[in-house]
């Protein structure tokens, strides 16, 4: 017997009603009275000195009240914040500017469209200096070092390595194939379809309320507390329905701040919403990993040693959301599906006159760095030893009994079965077929190839012996009320940005608890009703806080068990929970249900016991989860123009238990989209003055449904051992583990005119350059 | 964006140096509406509307003479700011004399910011060269012409 | 407390305004607008009908999207003023006396939205393109939304919900 | 992004179009579609002092064919020449470039006057009026009077159309027996502005050779580039690759492309040589020449 809504049923969303009638509550749809509108003046120059800001002609600017400088703020100390890695970011400057599009002052006026006037009638006077736009030189002896402000004279920020480097040399020496390559991971940006933005309004009682559009609400509301010295009760973080997060909604970005000081200072609420060009200029990017890593294996094809050395752009500051102890987070899951020996990988974090930030792009803390190189390596290596990229990938998998499996690099990886997932894409796809298929392409001089990426994903962040931000440590929590109807409500720490948790989250409480899915209200984002978490970013929240909901909705069962007991009038232990009630053992019959249960709790719940039936859980996972997956892109290649069309994707992804299928399903469409858009269009390019070319829709191309693929999705399934359902995350497996599938396609379709590897994302006057080269187009 | 070019007029060293130390004269060579201030005998300021067809702004900036090694050499430092947009331009003239004529060997080195260069370079490509390249032009003409 | 100069409005000039009329989901409406005003602000904040999003400023998301006099229009380029006497349907115009738009019931049925940003400009591009053609296939649905972009849901599920939409509306659904 | 104040007027009569248009003498800007327009105002890149809205002005929307060829109204839409049975039969190339201009949404909204008299050398449809050897009828305070457009385009968002003119309607001469056209767009992603585009038209006379030709380029300069020496190669021709490759190599030779997000200046050059072959090639095959 199933309860509605239960685990695996594609039940519809229930945030789906509002949406489509276009009732959501985003952000820029919170209207209050009085409201006042904040618009920022930004820096023409990616590094220069601050001579003076004239604020006279925008204050004469009709509507406008108030402009907020770097000076205003720093009376408040406020004028620079702390990082989520503890580096240190300007809201305003006072004396510098270190990236084009950093915000300089703020402009508050009654509407939107004077608060643009006064933008523009804001006049600053600067002095250029030299920008640092290219890490490597950043690093060279005598670059210019952009942090004046640190006492370490250098534009290196911090060096992180794991692994036996000693060892990993030796062992590659010993190989005998080795592949060495040089990957640049360009600088992309997630560009949710809404913008970043916020509503701050004080009472009268001087509590702050911000509606902001964060991933993160109530680690938000504690830096608040600590950055601008509110005390924390005066503190109401509210994350409304968000168009979107990707990661790029973490961050603590300078207009909120700003925002809450120009309320503060004007007495009125006031919003600020920012606009596309400000959000691809200023706001959180991700990758910009530029990459050497050297791979060996014997000469009968098995894997021996990995190194890769990395620097690290992290802008004029490290602003990446990572947990704290990972400054390169996740990277050293680059050992991927593969049982190393050996392996050594260091990274090097460096300034730029870039806008900061760092893995904001569907992407759990540079894991699809680590899954991009592996695969990309991997390929290389069975190119070179002239072996299948599918054989050669079977004969190196960790083998199914290996697990729970310790990679070299320090992971203990759940569960994993690598092998039937690649043979299942390869039988979709019918890879064989293809081969054959390509051969005689071949022979007519037609272009086509068929790329593999079998990855390892690691999410769920996390245990709380390493993982924490800013010293929060990284569990989450679930708070859940029975009404005496049977109905219940649940509150999250964690925030949805259109995953659906209103959705999954009921279901795994309705298996749990035996109340249909739509009795179960859910509810998240508002820090002054929901359990203190740490959000909703890296594929966390089904793994925690789906964890959290399970592990607190067996606290109310076991108080249930107590009052069905007394109700039945038997002993506690003489009861089963079957068929989502309460059954007397052996007597099916003799049952009580959550509903009759729930209303005993208000009404005749046994005496000495607490009325009420309610628990709060706050889960501290045991582990991390490693979703895992085998993609196969197939592309066909215009000889003449370079241009690269997918013909076919197929995607077998393992995320454990499945709770919603519709919904993984989606999630998985979106993050291969996502995955697409880097290997084949995205880039975030700055010329040698650190402009950014293509600051807005018009020149940063998001795909379109023209030529995103037409996905194929399966699946396979091995349940975590360690989380109380046994799922695992997915909003991130596609993103991880599509570009490789996709680069190694079209390099197999080259492959035989000697070409080993081409940057993301892949042009078509990248792939004709390479025709050129090679005497072929 | 480095720019460079030469022109031959017949007129003495002397008079093209004093005709390129002369702010209202090189004021003259430029053809948008603009309007120039001597602060100094070094140091200019003012306004220009410029852009292409309706694609236009106006720029506010300085003018400093630099360097100046009369009557042979001169370099010249512009700063403008305008359409969310900043120019720098470092721009020497080099005099040689020969016979009745005159050559003026000038270089640009121009640098843009901001909004044009970030989000305005497809439109707005190529016009500070024809800019540059006009204003050389002009004093050209003008040299000619007196 | 921050120091920064503050300075109360005074009644200066503005505009210049116009005044325009336009029929807002069969609705007449009337106001006072300045002409720079874009019609997805006159839309949002003059008639608080918040279901039009803005992604991009420079017409190129389509979260935007319209219909203008029924045809699918991105309505973060268009002057309000553009608008006068004509007429405005919005993703409020859609269901109609609490009936869900087959468009609407297509996009739930099929998990064609996930955040729900681009959803009513998609779900607007998709009720004009079922007008003109309503049997479209794959190719010329996929060519009909190119104009709108989605960060979430790789466009399969909204391919299928446009289907669905298809299917329902010539099934008799309401148009 | 909010656009600049700025006075509008939306006139009834060209006349009155043309006497405001003189009033603010290069400083007003004709609103179209605006497609273009706005986005540019939204990033405060312009700032006209007023905008003259020609949507009001009644009969400038028209597509129709006459005795003397295709009439095109200044406002109407690029998506009605998708909508209209005429082009699809008798003007091919502009099915085949309306079908690439951008987006359907922006389609809806902007103008085929507005794409051709914009200047912007990114724009699908001026080099499709060079190749169709176009002429643009202009009114100004002196009247109309009739520009080629071979001779409009001067610079990037410079043409020959006075501050006080306005584009009233395009002129397409009527399609002759054996003549075929088409317009082959190389573009990153669905609905970007072109890494190339090219327009060309034939006409085939009774003994299968070419009798003329037209071929226009885009983004491959500082306007639509006319290459005239590349459509003269192939007088007198038979259509084929031979003749098709030696008019590209022509067309590549005109084309001055500038490297940037949409490619190095030499891919380009390629690409014109790519795209000039194949729209001569379906040009050909829709004239009924084969190739």
Not at chain 4, 188 to 203: C, E, H, S, T
Request: aromatic letters at 8%; proline letters at 6%.
């Amino acid at each position: 017997m199933t309860v509605h809504g239960g685990i695996g049923q594609s039940i519809k969303r229930k945030e789906d009603a509002r949406f489509i009638r276009g009732k959501g509550n985003y952000v820029d749809d919170v209207q209050l009275p009085g409201m006042l509108y904040l618009d920022i003046v930004r820096s023409p120059y990616a590094h220069a000195l601050i001579k003076y800001i004239n604020i006279e002609k925008a204050l004469k600017v009709p509507g406008v009240l108030a402009v907020i400088r770097g000076k205003d703020l720093d009376a408040a100390k406020l004028a620079w914040m702390p990082t989520l890695m503890s580096d240190t970011q300007m809201v305003l400057p006072i004396e510098r500017v270190m990236f084009q599009g950093q915000e300089v002052a703020g402009v508050v006026a009654e509407s939107r469209y004077a608060a643009a006037d006064g933008v523009a009638a804001v006049e600053v006077e600067y002095e250029p200096m030299t920008p640092v736009v290219d890490p490597k030189k950043a690093l060279e002896p005598g670059a210019p070092v952009i942090r004046w402000d640190k006492e370490k004279k250098t534009n290196h920020i911090w060096h992180w390595e794991v692994g036996d480097r000693k060892a990993t040399d030796a062992a590659l020496k010993a190989s005998d194939v080795t592949v060495t390559q040089d990957l640049y991971i360009p600088r992309i940006h997630v560009s949710s379809i809404e913008t970043c933005g916020c509503v701050a309004a004080f009472d009268a009682m001087g509590k702050l309320t911000v509606w902001m559009t964060t991933q993160a609400p109530h680690a938000i509301r504690t830096v608040f507390a600590l950055v601008a010295g509110l005390p924390e009760q005066k503190i109401r973080i509210i994350s409304p329905d968000i168009g979107g997060g990707f990661g790029g909604k973490v961050p603590v970005y300078p207009g909120y701040v700003i925002a809450v000081v120009a309320a503060l200072k004007t007495g009125h609420p006031v919003k600020w919403v920012e606009d596309r060009s400000e959000n691809l200029q200023s706001d959180s990017f991700a990758r910009d990993y530029h990459i050497s890593a050297e791979i060996g294996a014997t000469k009968d094809g098995k894997l021996t040693a990995l190194k890769v050395k990395t620097i690290a752009d992290h802008g004029y500051t490290d602003a990446a959301a990572n947990p704290s102890k990972f400054p390169a987070g996740l990277f050293h899951i680059i050992t991927g599906s593969y049982p190393f020996q050996k392996a050594f990988v260091e990274v090097d974090g460096v300034y730029t006159n870039k806008p900061p930030g760092g893995i904001a792009y569907r992407c759990s803390f540079r894991v699809t760095e680590a899954a991009y190189t592996i695969e990309r390596l991997i390929d290389m290596l069975a190119q070179k030893l002239r072996m299948d990229p599918a054989e050669f990938r079977m004969k190196n998998f960790i083998p199914q009994q290996a697990f729970p499996y310790k990679s070299v690099l320090g992971w203990e990886y759940d569960s994993g079965n690598y092998g039937p997932a690649l043979r299942k894409a390869m039988d979709i796809v019918g890879y064989e077929a293809l081969r054959k298929e390509q051969l005689e392409k071949r022979k007519r001089g037609e272009l086509m190839g068929i790329g593999i990426s079998s990855f390892t994903e690691i999410v769920g962040a996390g245990p709380s012996k390493t993982f924490d931000i800013l010293g929060l440590k990284m569990f989450d929590s679930c708070e859940i009320r029975i009404h005496p109807t049977g109905k219940a409500i649940a509150r999250f720490g964690t925030k949805s940005q259109g995953q659906g948790h209103e959705t999954t989250y009921a279901q795994i409480l309705a298996e749990e608890l035996g109340i249909p899915a739509e009795d179960i209200a859910v509810e998240e984002g508002d820090t002054d009703t929901a359990p203190y978490g740490l959000g909703t970013y890296a594929s966390r929240s089904t793994p925690v806080a789906g964890a959290a909901a399970a592990m607190a909705a067996r606290k109310i069962r076991e108080k249930a068990k107590l009052i069905a007991a007394h109700l039945l009038e038997v002993s506690p232990g003489d009861l089963e929970w079957k068929d989502h009630k309460f059954s007397v053992k052996g007597l099916p019959s003799k049952a009580k249900t959550m509903q009759e249960i729930a209303f005993a709790a208000y009404t005749n719940h046994p005496q000495g016991m607490e009325a009420g039936l309610e628990a709060t859980d706050y889960y501290d996972p045991p582990n991390l989860t490693f979703p895992f997956g085998s993609y196969i892109c197939v592309v066909d290649i215009d000889k003449d123009t370079g241009e690269v069309k997918v013909r076919r994707f197929v995607a077998v992804d393992d995320c454990g238990t499945i709770i919603n299928p519709m919904i993984v399903e989606g999630q998985i469409h979106g993050g291969l989209t996502m995955g697409f858009a880097a290997a084949m269009l995205e880039e975030m390019q700055y010329d040698e003055h650190g402009n950014l070319h293509g600051g807005t829709f018009m020149d940063y191309l998001l795909p379109t449904a023209v030529e995103t693929p037409r996905w194929e999705t399966a699946k396979t399934t091995t349940p975590s051992p360690h989380h109380p359902i046994g799922a695992k995350g997915v909003g991130e497996s596609a993103t991880v583990g599509a570009p490789a599938a996709i680069v190694n396609a079209v390099v197999d379709a080259l492959s035989h005119l000697g070409v080993t590897h081409i940057d993301i994302p892949i042009t078509p006057w990248k792939v004709w350059g390479l025709l050129h080269e090679k005497g072929a187009a | 964006m480095e720019l460079e070019g030469s022109f031959t007029v017949r007129a003495p060293k002397d008079r093209v140096w004093s005709f390129f130390m002369d702010p209202f004269a090189l004021s003259s060579c430029i053809s948008d509406p603009h309007a120039i201030e001597v602060v100094d005998e070094d140091h200019f300021k003012g306004w220009v509307k410029a852009g292409v067809a309706f694609i236009k702004g106006t720029f506010t900036g300085s003018a400093t003479i630099a360097e100046r090694v009369p009557p042979e050499r001169a370099r010249i430092k512009a700063h403008g700011a305008g359409m969310g947009s900043a120019f720098d331009a470092d721009s020497t003239i080099q005099l040689s004399e020969a016979g009745n004529e005159t050559t003026v060997r000038w270089k640009a080195d121009v640098v843009l910011n901001g909004t044009i260069a970030s989000m305005g370079a497809r439109l707005l490509k190529g016009t500070i060269d024809k800019k540059t390249n006009e204003f050389f032009e002009n004093a050209r003409k003008k040299l000619e012409g007196g | 407390m921050v120091e920064a100069e503050v300075r109360m409005p005074e009644e200066a000039e503005v505009g210049p305004f116009v005044r325009i009329h336009v029929t807002v989901n069969g609705t007449p409406r009337e106001a006072e607008v300045e002409t720079r005003t874009l019609l997805v602000h006159f839309i949002r904040e003059e008639l608080r009908l918040t279901g039009t999003h803005i992604g991009c400023d420079t017409t190129n998301c389509g979260a935007c999207t319209i219909l203008l006099d029924g045809k699918a229009v991105k309505s973060c380029t268009i002057l309000a003023v553009q608008a006068d006497g004509r007429q405005i349907r919005t993703v409020e115009g859609l269901a109609e006396d609490g009936k869900l738009h087959p468009v609407q019931e297509g996009f739930v049925e099929e998990h064609g939205l996930q955040c729900g940003f681009c959803t009513p400009g998609m779900m607007m591009t998709t009720v004009a393109l079922l007008a003109k053609n309503p049997n479209p296939t794959e190719d010329e649905i996929r060519h009909a939304i190119a104009g709108n972009l989605c960060r979430c849901t790789g466009y399969v599920n909204i391919v299928k919900a446009v289907q669905y939409a298809a299917k329902k509306s010539q099934g008799g659904g309401s148009k | 992004m909010i656009p600049p104040r700025f006075e509008y007027f939306a006139p009834s009569t060209l006349e009155e179009a043309v006497e405001i248009l003189g009033r603010y003498g290069g400083e007003a800007k004709v609103l179209a579609g605006g497609q273009s327009l706005l986005p540019v105002m939204k990033l405060r890149l312009a700032e006209p002092k007023a905008l003259v809205d020609i949507n009001r002005i009644p009969n400038l929307s028209y597509i129709r064919e006459e005795a003397g060829g295709l009439r095109i109204g200044s406002t109407a839409r690029t998506n009605d020449l998708n909508d209209s049975d005429v082009v699809k039969r008798r003007y091919p190339i502009l099915s085949d470039a309306a079908a690439v201009i951008a987006d359907p949404l922006v389609r809806n909204m902007g103008t085929v006057g507005g794409n051709v008299s914009h200047g912007d050398p990114a724009n699908d449809l001026p080099a499709c009026m060079l190749a169709l050897g176009a002429a643009f009828v202009v009114r100004g305070p002196k009247g109309t009077r009739t520009i080629p457009a071979s001779s409009f385009y001067k610079d990037t968002f410079v043409t020959t159309l006075e501050p006080d003119e306005i584009l009233t309607e395009i002129q397409i001469p009527k399609p002759k027996a054996g003549q075929g056209n088409a317009y082959e767009k190389l573009e990153k992603r669905a609905g970007d502005f072109p890494i190339v585009g090219v327009a060309a038209n034939l006409i085939l006379g009774a003994n299968k050779k070419i009798e003329s030709a037209g071929i226009g380029l885009t983004a491959v300069g500082p306007t639509a580039l006319h290459a005239k020496a590349a459509a003269d190669s192939l007088v007198g021709q038979a259509p084929g690759d031979a003749a098709f490759k030696r008019a590209a190599d022509l067309a590549m030779k005109l084309a001055e492309p500038v490297s940037d997000l949409r490619g190095p200046a030499e891919y380009k050059r390629a690409m014109v040589g790519v795209f000039a072959v194949r729209a001569l090639r379906t040009a050909a095959k829709r004239a009924g020449g084969g190739a």
